[in-house]
Structure formats: structure tokens, C-alpha cells
């Protein structure tokens, strides 16, 4: 699977993201947003390629144990 | 200029102790610096003059009476301006929510007043700590060039230490806001590992990288710091180097972005090193060139819904590139963000598996020199920044920076050492031994 491309997303399609993360903005103002959302999303597109062994949840939530 | 606004704590603590020095005077002397240099750097955003004399006042009475707190006592300390001070107004650098007046202390900072420090005042840094200066505020410029940045975001902390206006600063850390300013300001900058120093009080920016930790002029000042922020002990000796296993991590990308200056004092270091014994070898960590990536993946959004509120209360308040980062933070997907949270874990079990073979792991703290602006967070310049210090907030490892050299334009080359999982002192001691090696330079810059 990957994640939405620089070439999928234009100010709308961005609009409606942002929406369905939680935020309403103007299309204008989703056109200003775009050339860092769309950096944002070459980062999530990199991710995506990496083949990690996953069973979920963050290091950092491993702090209790090592506490221990 | 006079050499007692650079002692080390702890000969300013014997100095108190001995009569020959006030804290009353000391904190005079601070403030004195503050008037006569801030205009230059922009380190201070609110100076408390009437409070820290109230609090030097008190320190020297309790001394007098043989009431001793123990290091920090009487010693001023300045305290990023994104961490709640009861009395004091936290204005976060922005405008949007901006000031604050928090009625309690945060966890840190209740912690230093009873270890008897002088809060001096709250510094400047880069709005939100999220990488970018509001442009009504401005960037804190560096002691060594004040037409260069002293980094993010914890630039005023960085700039009112190596200035002589305080004895050290709390900074904060979320993908090396301490250890970049130390580095561009020559000295010594703890990103402590996550979850020692206690948060309450402090503002988030995401709540899985963020971390708070102590900038001094000396590993030793550091680490007086960080036990008075946490009550722990820190002694921080010099830790012998023969024997000691040290790996030297090859980051992916760094040919892109290394300066020579920084390359020369780094190597310059490791033979200095390995003359003293340590044994040096190169150490790789698959995954790695991933890293920024995944930090940024997991920041954004974090920091988006953290700032949720403000965002759609006052977005005017925010400079414009805080605004767009905090905006754009919403689009990130939910399978990102958990992909991000796996290359964390994997990392973190890797390093775990590194350190079996390896003491202390050392890279440079910052690919290059203070530029004149800080990079924005995302483009190449903030990658390049981030190339040393973005992994150590995923890991949540210890990772200290201090000063290895001065470039032939007369700026400062950090050093970061990493070591394993809580072992703060660890780090704290191996720079100690190499601060014998190459000692601190102090900035040129005098009222």
C-alpha cells in the first residue's frame, strides 16, 4: 500500500484531508498549506516503503520495563 | 569584563561558602549582562530582576544562617520560556495564546527553587519550540557572531550561558533544540534520556520526543543542573578512556551536508581520543537514513493536535510558518504515523543490540557551523540539522553535546556522545574526559 502522493493531491483533495485530521480551512488557505503537507507526505511515502518487522506501538512506550 | 561571570558552579559555590561572593552580587552581575548584551542577542524574553534578587537575597540569608542546599544554591538560572514559573508570564515566543500566567510551578522548576537556584529570567526561543522564529520576536542571535543564529529552539538558553548572563539554562528537546544551540554556541547541551526529567508544567510539542534537559559551560555545570531539576545524582567524573569502547555512527547523507571544519575538530577528537586508550571503531545502524522521517512523522501530527485549539482560535497569533507546520500536521495519515512508531521501536531495539558491543556511540552534534538563520523544519536545511540529533528523541537515548573546536571562522564544533538507556551520568562523564582533552573556549562577546 502507500499513502497519497505529491501527484494525487491538489488544494481540494488536501481540504478534504485536513478536514477528515480535524481542521476546516478555505481552499485558499489549503493552497498555501500544500507545499508542506506535500513535504510532510514524501516522508510518510518513504515510510511506507520500508519493510519493518511490526508489531505496533512506539520504543519509547518500552520506558517502564527498562525502568524496571 | 571579569572572569567571575564564567566561573564554574562549583567555584562559585565555593566562593559563597568561603564569603569572598555574594549571591546577591552575583545575580546583580547577571543582570547587569542582561541590560548591557540582550539587546544584541535577544536572549531574554522576560528578565526577572525584582524576583531574582528576591530569591538571591533569601539564598544568602539562608547560607548565612548555615542553611546550605547544596550546589545550586545562589546560582542563577535561566529557564526557556515555554515552562510554567508561577509569577512569571510564559509567552511561548508567539503571539497566539501568548502570555500565559501559570499559577504554580512546573515540576522542574519547583524542583531547582528547592535546590535553591536563582530563576533569572525566561529566555527566547523558536515559537512553540516548533522550528521556526515568530517574526515579531526574532531569533536569538550567537555570542561568537551576533549575525548568525544560536540554533533551536532553545537558542535563548544556549546564547544567555555562553554570554555569561547565567550559569546554565533549561532547554528543551524534541529533535536536538539543546544539543543544536550548544553546538552553535560552544557548550555543553543534555538531551537527558526520555522520562528522567519530569514535564509537568512544560509546553508540548509531542508528547513521544519531547524532553527537557540542562545547557551550562561545562559538562560538570550540566550536570549540577540536571540533579537539581531531578533530585538524582549526576557526579559526572571524568570517566577514564582507556579501554573505553567507542563507536563512531555512520549517518547516511552526512557527505551532503558535512562542512570541514566540523569533520577536522570531530577527527581531531577521535585521535585525541584514541591517544588517551579509548578503543575506536565505525558503527552502522540499518534504518537509520529513515530517521528524520519518521520523527517528522510522528511530531506533526502530535503537534497538530496538541495546538488543536489555538490553531482554530487565534490562527493570526502564530508566525506563518508555525501556522502552515501546525496545519499541515492534520493531513498526516494514521498508517504513517504507526509506521513511524514501528522504525522507533526497531531503532530502539537495534541501538539496545549496539550497545553489547560499544560503550558510547559519537557523531557530530550539527553537520556545520551557526548558519545566519535557523533552516525550517521539513526542507533540506532542516534535515541536514536534524542528521546528528532527530534519532537520539525517537530512541529516547541520552545524548550530550559539547564543544570540540573552533572553525577557522572562530565558531564552535559540537560533539554529541550517545549512551545506552539511562545511563545520563555515562555520557555526562565521557564528555567530562574529553572537555580535559579539548577544553571549553568562551565567546568573545563583552558589553
Not at chain 1, 505529491?6 to 498549506?33: H, K, S, Y
Amino acid at each position: 500500500m502507500s499513502f497519497p502522493t505529491p501527484d494525487d493531491i491538489d488544494a481540494e483533495a488536501l481540504r478534504r484531508m485536513l478536514r477528515a485530521g480535524g481542521l476546516e480551512v478555505t481552499a485558499e488557505r489549503a493552497g498555501a498549506i500544500l507545499p508542506v503537507a506535500l513535504a510532510l507526505l514524501k516522508s510518510c511515502d518513504r515510510l511506507a516503503s520500508l519493510d519493518i518487522e511490526g508489531s505496533g506501538g512506539s520504543g519509547i512506550a518500552q520506558a517502564p520495563d527498562k525502568l524496571a | 569584563m571579569s572572569e567571575i561571570d564564567f566561573i564554574s558552579i562549583a567555584e562559585l559555590g565555593a566562593r559563597y561558602r568561603r564569603k569572598s561572593l555574594s549571591p546577591v552580587e552575583v545575580t546583580e552581575r547577571a543582570l547587569a549582562r542582561i541590560k548591557a548584551l540582550d539587546s544584541k542577542l535577544n536572549a531574554f524574553v522576560t528578565p526577572l530582576e525584582k524576583e531574582s534578587l528576591a530569591d538571591a537575597a533569601a539564598a544568602e540569608r539562608e547560607l548565612s544562617q548555615g542553611h546550605d542546599r547544596g550546589p545550586l544554591h545562589g546560582v542563577p538560572v535561566a529557564v526557556k520560556d515555554l515552562i510554567a514559573m508561577a509569577g512569571a508570564p510564559t509567552t511561548f515566543a508567539s503571539r497566539a495564546g501568548s502570555p500565559r500566567h501559570p499559577d504554580r510551578d512546573a515540576g522542574l522548576v519547583k524542583n531547582l527553587r528547592r535546590a535553591g537556584a536563582v530563576l533569572i529570567g525566561k529566555t527566547n526561543l523558536l515559537e512553540y519550540a516548533y522550528g521556526a522564529v515568530h517574526p515579531e520576536i526574532g531569533q536569538t542571535n550567537n555570542p561568537w557572531d551576533p549575525k548568525r543564529t544560536s540554533g533551536g529552539s532553545s537558542g535563548g538558553s544556549a546564547a544567555g550561558v555562553a554570554s555569561g548572563m547565567c550559569f546554565a539554562a533549561i532547554g528543551t528537546d524534541t529533535g536536538g533544540s539543546i544539543r543544536i544551540p550548544a553546538a552553535y554556541c560552544g557548550i555543553a547541551g543534555l538531551k537527558p534520556s526520555y522520562g528522567l526529567v519530569d514535564l509537568d508544567g512544560v509546553q508540548a510539542l509531542s508528547w513521544s520526543l519531547d524532553h527537557a534537559g540542562p545547557l551550562a559551560r561545562r559538562v560538570a555545570d550540566a550536570a549540577r543542573l540536571l540533579e537539581g531539576m531531578t533530585g538524582g545524582s549526576f557526579p559526572a567524573r571524568p570517566h577514564g578512556l582507556k579501554g573505553l569502547r567507542l563507536g563512531i555512527m555512520d549517518h547516511p547523507g552526512q557527505d551532503r551536508f558535512l562542512q570541514p571544519a566540523v569533520r577536522y575538530h570531530f577527527e581531531r577528537a577521535l585521535a585525541k581520543l584514541r591517544q588517551a586508550g579509548a578503543e575506536i571503531e565505525p558503527v552502522s545502524i540499518p534504518g537509520l537514513e529513515h530517521a528524520a522521517d519518521a520523527l517528522l512523522t510522528i511530531l506533526e501530527p502530535e503537534a497538530s493536535v496538541i495546538h488543536q485549539r489555538l490553531i482554530a482560535a487565534e490562527p493570526g497569533g502564530f508566525g506563518e510558518m508555525t501556522r502552515l507546520q501546525i496545519e499541515a500536521g492534520f493531513a498526516l495519515p494514521a498508517t504513517a504515523y504507526i509506521r513511524a512508531q514501528q522504525l522507533q521501536r526497531e531503532l530502539a531495539h537495534r541501538y539496545d543490540q549496539l550497545f553489547a558491543r560499544v560503550d558510547a556511540i559519537l557523531s557530530p552534534s550539527v553537520p556545520w557551523v551557526a548558519p545566519a538563520e535557523d533552516p525550517a523544519l521539513g526542507d533540506d536545511g532542516g534535515e541536514g540539522e536534524m542528521l546528528y540529533s532527530a534519532v537520539y528523541n525517537l530512541t529516547g537515548l541520552p545524548a550530550l553535546s559539547v564543544f570540540a573546536g573552533l572553525s577557522p571562522e572562530k565558531l564552535p564544533v559540537g560533539l554529541q556522545i550517545v549512551t545506552p538507556w539511562r545511563t545520563d551520568d555515562l555520557a555526562l562523564s565521557i564528555g567530562a574526559a574529553l572537555e580535559v582533552l579539548i577544553p571549553p573556549v568562551r565567546a568573545p562577546l563583552d558589553p
